[in-house]
C-alpha cells in the first residue's frame, strides 16, 4: 500500500508539471504570432552551463581498462582512485574532491546510481558499455537545478543513436596482464523505430594478486515511432562477472609471493568481515572471489511539441552477488560464503518537459526514487576461523545474515527552471529545485541487530536555488557566473550504519543533511574557432560533511564534520600546430580544509581533506590525418596528497604517467572499414598509488581491431 501510495503521489506531482506544459505547447501551434517563429528560428537555444565533452573518437582508443574512466581524466579537475585498473572495483572518481555520491551520474539523463549497499559503491563503472557510448559530457559546479542537488558536478553518458539502415561492428583487443576483449554491435534505423543490440567478453588475470576479472555483458535498446508524434522505447542492460578479491600481499604476511606487486586486501562485498577474523586479513588467500550479476531496465516515452518537448523515464535495477573466502593455507577449505540480494527491484521515475518561446527555454520536471535492500543469506562459514565477536548480538549478522528491507529510502523533487536570452550578448538563468528525503526506521531483523537499537528515521525537504549569468562581451569571450545552493542526503549504507551504531554510544551520534553553498566565475576566449583558453574559480562551504571512519571493534562510524571548505583554479588551453597537430592541456589548483571534525580532534592532517592533492595537470599532443590515421600522446600528472591511515597521518607520493594511442585505417570501401587500434600506458613505468595500499601496473600495452559492416 505505502509503495502504491508513494507512486501515485509522483504520478500526480509529474501530472501537474507535464500537462500543462503539454497544453501550453500544443495551444501555441495556432495562438503564437509570426514573430516569435523568427525569432525562435534564429537564435539559438540559450544556455548557460556549457559541458566538457569526450568524444566516441576519444572512446575508441583501447586500454587495459575496461571502463570509459580513464577517457575522463583529461578534463581538469577530475581525479581518479581506484584500487584497480579493471573491473567492478575501479570507480572511485572524484570532481573537484567531491566523490562519486556527490555526483550525479546519468546515462541519457536519467540518474543510474545504485543503492551502494553491501559495500557496492554507488557506480558500478564496469556495467557501462563503453562500445555503446557516443559521446560523454561533464558539468561541474553549481549546474541547472533540473540535474539535482549535486555537489560536485554532472557525468551525462549519451548512447550511440543509429543512423538509417544497418551497421554492424565486430572488435577484439588484446594487451598486457593477459587482457583480452571481444565485442559484437547491431544497430538499425528505418521509418518505424530504430535498435541497438551489443554483447561482449571482457578478461584479464589483473595486476594485483588474486585479482582476475572475467565478465560477459549484453545491451539491448529499441525505440518505435507512434502517432501523434510520439516516440517511446525500452531497453535492458545485463552483466556477470567474476572479480578475484585482492589478496594482502607483503613481507609480513605467512603466504607472502615476492612475484606478485605489495599490496593491501580488498573485499568485494559487505559488512567486511576481516575486523572479525582471528587473522585480520591475512586469513583468506588465491582463489577468493565475488560473483556479480547486475541487470538494469529501462522504458520511456517522448511527445515533440512546436518547441520543446516532453519526456518521461522510468529505470529499475537489480544486482545479486555472491562472495566465497578461503583459507590463505589451504586454497581448498572454504572459510565463509554468502548471497546477497544486494539491490532488489529499486527504481526511479523521471518526467521533463521544456518549452522555448521567444528568447526564454522554460524547463520543468520532477522524479522520484525508492531504495533498499535485500537479503543476505551466509551459506557457509567455519566459526573457528573468528573471533569471538561474532557471538554477541550486536555482530550476530556475521553468521546469521540479514533479512533486508526495501524501501528505506525515498527522495522526491520538483524543478522550474528559465534560461532567458536577455540581449545577445546577455544570458540570465534562474532556477528552483525542491526536494524531500525520507529515510525510515530499521527493523532490528533487517540486519540482525537486536531491538536495543532505538527506532528512528530522517526526514528532510529542502528548497535549491540556482542562478547562473553569462556575458559576452567580444567575438568568441564569454565571462559567466554561477550561484547555488545544493544538498547531499545521506546514502543507504551511511543511514544503515549511522543506525546501526547509535545504541553504542559512540561520537556524533546525530546525522544532518549536508548543505552547500557554491559560486564559479569562468572565462574564455576562442580565437578563429581554433586556439581557445578558459579559466575558472570556484568556491564550496559545505555544512554538516558526511563522513565515515573504520573503528576497530566497532565497524563503520558515520558522523558530520562541522565545515568544509574547498576551492580552486582550472586553466584549460587548446589549440591547432603546424602539420595537423593538435596541442592541448589543462592545470588544476584545489584546497580542501576542514573544521570540527569529531574523528580528527588531534587535527593530524592540519585541518586537510585527506587524499586530496593541491595540483593536477594534463596535457597532450595529437595528430590528425583526416580518418585515415590519427595517434596521440598525454601526460597526467598528480600531485601529493595528505593521507590517514587509521590515526597515523602520511603522504603519498606525486606521480605523472605518459600514454601514447594511435588508429590506423587498414582498409575501406562502400561495404565495410578495418582499424587498427592501439595504445599504451605509463609507458616510463612509474610507480603510483591512486589509492593507498593499491599500486597501480607499470607499463601496459593494448592492441586492437575493429571492423564495421
Known sequence: MKHATQIGLTSLCLALLVVPCMAWGDGLNDSVPLALDDVTVQAPRPATAKPEIVTREEMEQPSVSDTILEDLIRIPGLQLRRTAVSGNENGKLRMRGFDETRLRILKNGVPIHRDGSYGNGPVDWSTLNPNSVESVQVYKGAVPAKYGNTLGGVVDIATRSPEEGLETEIRGLYGSHATHEEVLTHMGRNGYGSWFVSGGHYETDGFLRNNTVDRNHGELDLSVNLPMGLTAGAGVCWSTYETGMPVYNRPNSPTYDGGEPDADERELGGPSISSRLINGAQTWGDGSFAEDENTRVTAWVEKEIKRGHLRLDYLTWSQDREETYVDAADPSKVIYKRETEAEPGNWSLQAEGELTFGNHTIETGGETRSLGWGDQTVTEIDTSYFNGSINSPYFAFIKEGFKGQEEVIDTHALYLQDTWRVSTNWTLEA???????????????????????????????????????????????????????????????????????????????????????????????????????????????????????????????????????????????????????????????????????????????????????????????????????????????????????????????????????????????????????????????????????????????????????
Request: proline share 6%; aromatic share 12%.
Open 431 to 709: 532556477g528552483l529545485r525542491q526536494e524531500w528525503f525520507k529515510a525510515d526506521a530499521i527493523a532490528p531483523e533487517a540486519f540482525g541487530f537486536p531491538a536495543a537499537a532505538t527506532p528512528t528515521d530522517l526526514s528532510e525537504s529542502n528548497l535549491a536555488p540556482r542562478a547562473a549569468l553569462s556575458f559576452r562581451p567580444w567575438k568568441g569571450g564569454e565571462l559567466s557566473c554561477r550561484l547555488g545552493i545544493a544538498h547531499r542526503y545521506p546514502t543507504s549504507p551511511e543511514y544503515f550504519w549511522w543506525y546501526l551504531n547509535r545504541s553504542t554510544g559512540f561520537f556524533n551520534t546525530e546525522l544532518a543533511v549536508e548543505e552547500a553553498r557554491q559560486a564559479e566565475l569562468g572565462f574564455t576566449q576562442e580565437i578563429a574557432h581554433a586556439f581557445t583558453a578558459e579559466i575558472r574559480g570556484y568556491r564550496y562551504d559545505i555544512d554538516d560533511y558526511i563522513a565515515s571512519t573504520m573503528v576497530p571493534g566497532t565497524g563503520t562510524v558515520i558522523y558530520n564534520i562541522e565545515e568544509v571548505t574547498i576551492q580552486g583554479a582550472e586553466l584549460a588551453l587548446s589549440a591547432p600546430l603546424p602539420f595537423n597537430l593538435f596541442a592541448w592541456g589543462n592545470l588544476t589548483w584545489q584546497e580542501g580544509d576542514t573544521k570540527g571534525d569529531p574523528w580528527d580532534r588531534e587535527n593530524r592532517l592540519e585541518g586537510q581533506i585527506p587524499d586530496f592533492p593541491e595540483i593536477m595537470a594534463n596535457a597532450g599532443l595529437d595528430l590528425r590525418l583526416d580518418d585515415r590515421f590519427t595517434a596521440g600522446v598525454t601526460l597526467r600528472h598528480v600531485g601529493e596528497r595528505d593521507h590517514l591511515k587509521g590515526t597515523t597521518p602520511e603522504t603519498l607520493d606525486a606521480y605523472t604517467v605518459v600514454g601514447l594511442n594511435a588508429s590506423l585505417r587498414l582498409f575501406q570501401n562502400k561495404f565495410t572499414t578495418w582499424r587498427l587500434l592501439a595504445s599504451a600506458d605509463n609507458l616510463f613505468d612509474e610507480e603510483y598509488e591512486e589509492e593507498a595500499g593499491y599500486p597501480m601496473p607499470d607499463a601496459t600495452y593494448t592492441v586492437g581491431l575493429s571492423a564495421v559492416f
